[in-house]
């Protein structure tokens, strides 16, 4: 999974790079929001601009990502493709992550300055 991860106010925003969250980038994805969570980080901004397509298991490791910030995280997702949205409303995930158009957007929403730290 090729992916930026920039550290903006109290948010992290994790940019992913390519156009497909399938089975192994979803696990690199989850895996890499564990590795966040475990050294402190409670918000987390998913940029999704580049992606296309989200499978199952993508979805899965957005959703688990999610649980791993546990009750007092916040884990919101910007950038969504119109293929991505359709997704989050078919499965009804659309009524359980909060989404953005924009970073900006996100970012103000979360109360962090939308420049870089």
Same mark, same amino acid.
């Given at each position: %999974?090729?992916? $930026?991860?920039?550290?903006?106010?109290?948010?992290?925003?994790?940019?992913?790079? $390519?156009? =497909?969250?399938?089975?192994?980038?979803?696990?690199?994805?989850?895996?890499?929001?564990? $590795?966040?969570?475990?050294?402190?980080?409670?918000?987390? !901004?998913?940029? !999704?601009?580049?992606?296309? &397509?989200?499978? /199952?298991?993508? !979805?899965?490791?957005?959703?688990? /990502?999610?649980?791993? @910030?546990?009750?007092?995280?916040?884990?919101?997702?910007?950038? @969504? #493709?119109? *293929?991505? =949205? +359709? @997704?989050?409303?078919?499965?009804? %995930?659309?009524? +359980?992550?909060? /989404? &953005?158009? =924009? =970073?900006?957007?996100?970012? %103000?929403?979360?109360?962090? *300055?939308? #420049? *870089?730290?």
């Amino acid at each position: %999974m090729h992916a $930026e991860t920039e550290v903006v106010g109290d948010t992290v925003v994790v940019t992913l790079l $390519e156009p =497909r969250l399938d089975g192994a980038r979803g696990l690199k994805l989850r895996q890499k929001v564990a $590795e966040l969570a475990a050294g402190g980080t409670r918000s987390i !901004l998913l940029d !999704l601009t580049a992606v296309e &397509f989200v499978d /199952s298991t993508g !979805l899965g490791a957005i959703v688990s /990502s999610l649980k791993l @910030l546990g009750k007092g995280g916040r884990f919101q997702l910007c950038g @969504l #493709s119109q *293929p991505v =949205r +359709v @997704l989050l409303r078919l499965t009804r %995930m659309d009524q +359980v992550f909060k /989404s &953005f158009a =924009r =970073r900006e957007d996100a970012l %103000m929403a979360a109360g962090s *300055p939308c #420049s *870089p730290v």
